[in-house]
């Protein structure tokens, strides 16, 4: 479905822990048609001082009988727009673009998945996981933080989980380490058959290689700075490899997607990681998906171009 | 009385004085699915080049106080793909279409200008984007020259003969109305003030810049005093001349600056990210405030400015 922007209305604002901030939006039409994996791009209210709307990716989706459904979104506070965000009370009034995007795909058969995520970066294999579940997927969990505090409402997860391994990188729940450590074993233990991961580049990369190693499937929901949304700006585009199979051009190319549009859930097999991860700044950061980092440093194909500082 | 927003410039008839700024809009396609294209005074499709360009690496932008940083580098598909796919899915939508072009050297301008008149399609208007830097003369930018503006105008005037030519040209010099006075004696019917203004920013935690390629263009609300006064110092030297105004509109009043300084027509850039909808909302609202003052035709307002008393 096309997106539209949508008067939406703050049914519930509650904390996961010491750190996250959800959002219940009532966003009629919104919330009747969103697939798990695509995302909102909200408004945090008629400022001049930062104008960009910030994307979230769908927490969880609440139906309310036959009222229309209500979309969660979980963040952290990283800069001006969320900490605005962090203020809304119950009945306040947001402007939210969606659905935008393209989400995650489902197994057309029985599938055993394993859902990884990183940090709040994880926010969407909650609404995954409801429609996998749903569906009658085994569903397995790795969840990663940098500690205990960090970790996404692991206890939902638990519950819809087989396995659920936890790991954060002080130990202080879980396995230490990152989710990367223990994917390896999981998979095998569960005998995954379909991996579906949410977090940053860094984790995204490492995730898609160990998947490709052992020839499973992998399906990344990436983090990339966006200033639209919607398919316009171009700012957030990610490498993908493409085979053609036909014609004069057989072969590999490179093409430069839209994480907004052609994405956010991609062929983790597809994408082109770069080598160079930097993580950014914490007052930009609230304009990519779940924040986390950014990629850098990749070098544009041969014969590019040579466009101007701007545009 | 209904106020009329219909203006002319040059030879490009508008049912209404806002466009959307090139690159801010794509080719009209995604923001169809929020308003009608018909909405528009005119949509200004993003640079097109004569092969297709594969832009910058990420990341391409951040956000600045009142706006935002961006280094894409022109990522687009290029002129034939525009002719043949976009050109027609926009005519279709009864858009009026202002073709953007870009080129790193004169001749890929000229090329491009070239397949726009043998296309012959119902295109209302060129405008060049020269922001771009020119790989035979060590990648300076030809904006910034103002005998290199020059020879694109009028090496492209002299093939594009058929739609009217508007020079955009670059706030990022020492006198924008001395390239003005070189575009105009090239040819150029008209002028876009204005693109990005240069900027950078600084992650002080990587100590990298913010944006992939270094530099970028600053875009949004933080620009438009510049944009008003580039307008205002070339409309003062030339009230002839048409001008598109353009650099941080968000509201009718921003556009009204625009229109007040001397621009017949404005374009709306950065707001279209924030919403696909805020043409027609700055068009509707310079009606409200033409029918509030009384004022029967846009450009009674063109050049207002009041400077003495």
């Known amino acids: ?311 | 009385m209904t106020p009329d927003l219909a203006v002319t410039l040059a030879g490009l008839r508008l049912a209404n004085p806002v466009l959307a700024a090139s690159g801010t809009f794509g080719a009209g396609r995604e923001a169809a699915a929020f308003l009608d294209l018909k909405a528009l005074g005119g949509v200004i499709v993003k640079s097109m080049t004569l092969t297709p360009w594969s832009g910058k690496p990420t990341p391409r932008m951040c956000e600045t106080p009142s706006g935002m940083l961006n280094a894409i580098g022109i990522q687009n598909k290029g002129v034939e793909h525009f002719l043949a796919e976009d050109l027609p899915w926009l005519s279709a939508q009864d858009a009026t279409v202002v073709a953007s072009i870009a080129g790193n050297s004169v001749d890929e301008f000229v090329k491009v200008a070239h397949r726009i008149e043998a296309a012959n399609t119902s295109l209302a208007a060129v405008e060049l984007n020269i922001s771009c830097p020119n790989l035979e003369d060590r990648n300076h930018i030809f904006a910034h020259s103002a005998s290199a503006t020059a020879e694109v105008v009028r090496s492209v005037k002299a093939v594009l003969r058929s739609k009217p030519v508007f020079a955009k040209l670059s706030p990022n010099v020492t006198s924008i109305p001395l390239i003005a006075e070189s575009a105009l004696e090239a040819g150029a019917d008209g002028l876009s003030l204005i693109n990005t203004v240069f900027g950078m920013a600084v992650d002080v935690s990587t100590r990298r810049p913010k944006l992939a390629g270094g530099m970028g263009g600053l875009s949004g609300p933080a620009i438009r005093p510049i944009a008003v006064r580039a307008v205002h110092e070339v409309h003062r030297l030339w009230p002839h001349v048409p001008i598109i105004g353009q650099g941080g509109v968000q509201t009718a009043t921003d556009a009204l600056e625009l229109i007040m300084a001397g621009a017949s027509a404005v374009a709306v850039g950065t707001a279209n990210f924030v919403d696909p909808g805020a043409c027609p909302k700055v068009a509707g609202g310079i009606r409200d405030y033409m029918a509030a003052g009384g004022v029967g035709d846009v450009a009674e307002l063109v050049g207002c400015l009041k400077l003495e008393g």
């Open chain 1, 1 to 311: 479905m096309s997106p539209s922007l949508v008067a939406a209305g703050v049914f519930s604002h509650k904390k996961y822990g010491e750190n996250y901030h959800a959002l219940a939006l009532v966003a009629p039409g919104i919330g009747a048609q969103v697939e798990p994996g695509q995302f909102i791009n909200v408004s945090c209210g008629p400022n001049r001082d930062f104008i960009l709307r910030r994307p979230f990716s769908i927490f969880r989706v609440h139906e309310q009988g036959s009222a229309p459904s209500t979309i969660e979104i979980v963040f952290d506070l990283r800069g001006p727009g969320t900490r605005q965000l962090a203020a809304m009370h119950i009945h306040d009034k947001i402007d939210v673009m969606g659905p935008l995007g393209v989400g995650f795909s489902i197994p057309q058969r029985k599938a055993k998945c394993l859902l990884v995520g990183g940090g709040v970066g994880a926010a969407p294999l909650f609404f995954l996981g409801d429609r996998l579940r749903k569906d009658g997927h085994r569903i397995d969990v790795v969840l990663g933080a940098r500690n205990a505090d960090h970790l996404l409402n692991a206890m939902d997860l638990r519950r819809m989980a087989s396995v659920c391994n936890l790991t954060t990188e002080d130990g202080s729940a879980g396995a230490r380490g990152r989710v990367t450590d223990v994917l390896a074993d999981t998979m095998d233990g569960c005998g995954t058959e379909v991996v579906y991961a949410c977090g940053p580049d860094p984790m995204l990369a490492a995730v898609a290689r160990i998947c490709m190693e052992k020839k499973v499937f992998v399906q990344v929901a990436v983090e990339e700075l966006m200033a639209c949304g919607y398919g316009v700006c171009m700012t957030c585009v990610m490498p993908l490899r493409e085979r053609r199979s036909k014609g004069a051009s057989a072969g590999r190319s490179v093409v430069y997607a839209r994480t907004c549009t052609e994405g956010p859930v991609f062929n983790g097999a597809q994408v082109i990681w770069s080598s160079g991860h930097e993580h950014v700044a914490q007052d930009q950061s609230e304009l990519s998906l779940g924040g986390g980092a950014v990629r850098a440093g990749l070098q544009p194909e041969a014969g590019a171009g040579h466009g101007p500082p701007g545009n």
